[in-house]
């Protein structure tokens, strides 16, 4: 079973689906497609929360 963030799912209009082995890797990629593909160069504490979140089982 993957852990599996759909970018759409924390509020983004975009079909990214970014998945891993551990919500960790999860993490590490999503901090990484939301500073290219969305200019986020800062994930506070509280927005990754909301992403951490939004991991699901796939
Ligand atoms: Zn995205």
Same mark, same amino acid.
């Given at each position: 079973?993957?852990?599996?963030?759909?970018?759409?799912?924390? @509020?983004?209009?975009? &079909? @990214?689906?970014?998945?891993?082995? %551990?919500?960790?890797?999860?993490?590490? *990629?999503?901090? &990484? /497609? +939301? #500073? %290219? +593909? /969305?200019?986020?160069?800062? $994930?506070?504490?509280?927005? +990754? &929360? *909301?992403? #951490?979140?939004? $991991?699901?089982? &796939?």
């Amino acid at each position: 079973m993957a852990k599996v963030l759909h970018c759409r799912d924390v @509020g983004f209009d975009c &079909e @990214g689906v970014i998945s891993g082995d %551990t919500e960790d890797d999860v993490m590490t *990629q999503a901090a &990484e /497609h +939301a #500073r %290219t +593909a /969305h200019d986020m160069d800062d $994930i506070t504490p509280e927005t +990754a &929360e *909301q992403i #951490r979140s939004k $991991i699901r089982d &796939e």
